[in-house]
């Protein structure tokens, strides 16, 4: 594939150039020349399948998302892609949730995403495994997700981005301290 930057004769091209390639300019004005692809005789698998029934899940989100929800428009700025890409790109990526500690008896949160997170529960659970609560952090400092829980034991966290997407992790009791024989 060739790219061709701020060439007089190529400046304006686009579509087919021959029998065998393809001319496209990009949003920020860089021409590719690329051989056109031969599907003649694809045949998918089940998995390229399922993820083509995915992207298309994703296409239809970020159509309407990008133009509906500003900070699609906002991310994209300054960037070689447009609202669509970015919101196209959320709806594939869930929130991560990197860390959970305990300070001063609140659970503190990591979460992020390539967006926005735009919501983290908390489920404190009994040695069964049996929600003994349950709440919603609050954002505090643009990083941390705060709960201040009533009960102690393991700790779930849930945290899900503007596209819907979830993601959970579970923590063991942040209330227990490690004996000294544990660091030895």
Known sequence: MAKVKKNIIMHGLSGSLGRDHYVRTMRDGRTIISVKPDFSNRQFSEA??????????AAAYARAASKENPI??????????????????????PPV??????????????????????????TVLDPLGQPVEQGDAKLELGIWWNYQPTQQGRVQVNAWDMAGNETQREFDNPWITPKASEFL
């Open 72 to 93: 699609y428009a906002k991310k994209a700025q300054g960037t070689a892609k447009n609202a669509y890409n970015i919101a196209l790109a959320d709806w594939m990526n």
């Open 48 to 57: 390229q399948i399922k993820h083509q029934s995915r992207m298309k899940a």
């Open 97 to 122: 949730i990197q860390g959970m500690d305990l300070y001063m008896s609140t659970i503190r949160v990591q979460a992020s995403d390539d967006v926005q997170v735009t919501r983290v529960m908390i």
